[in-house]
């Protein structure tokens, strides 16, 4: 089982910049389509951006023009770059294996991993 660890977040200004990563353990990275969830405090998990093998991405309609989902297969990561975040952005990310190739099944597979805090206050 492919197992990931999040890394990046942090306290951030209202229209700051963050970038997220999403290291991943195995061999079989780069078949994978991916994706980054959030979970807000008393909020469900929402899916944020997701990106196919072949470098496809979607993104929530929230985040468009603001976040970028990116991948490097030769480093087994996928990053997650924030800019202008604002307050409602704030929120634990995690990393999930959404699928194989270019196949994207909301809510993903496998278990969620530790997430990466993400606050954006003044």
């Known amino acids: 089982q492919v197992q990931f660890v999040e890394s990046g977040g942090g306290l951030v200004q209202p229209g700051g910049s963050l970038r997220l990563s999403c290291a991943a353990s195995?061999?079989?990275?780069?078949?994978?389509?991916m994706g980054w969830y959030r979970q807000a405090p008393g909020k469900q998990r929402e899916l944020v951006a997701t990106?196919?093998?072949?470098?496809?991405?979607d993104y929530l309609d929230s985040v468009k023009g603001r976040f970028t989902i990116s991948r490097d297969n030769a480093k087994n990561t996928v990053y997650l770059h924030m800019n202008s975040l604002k307050p409602e952005d704030t929120a634990v990310y995690y990393c999930?294996?959404?699928?194989?190739?270019?196949?994207?099944?909301?809510?993903?597979?496998?278990?969620w991993g530790q997430g990466t805090q993400v606050t954006v206050s003044s």
């Open positions: 195995g061999s079989i990275f780069s078949i994978y389509a």
């Open positions: 990106i196919t093998s072949s470098s496809n991405t």
């Open positions: 999930r294996v959404m699928g194989v190739g270019g196949n994207v099944a909301s809510p993903g597979f496998g278990s």
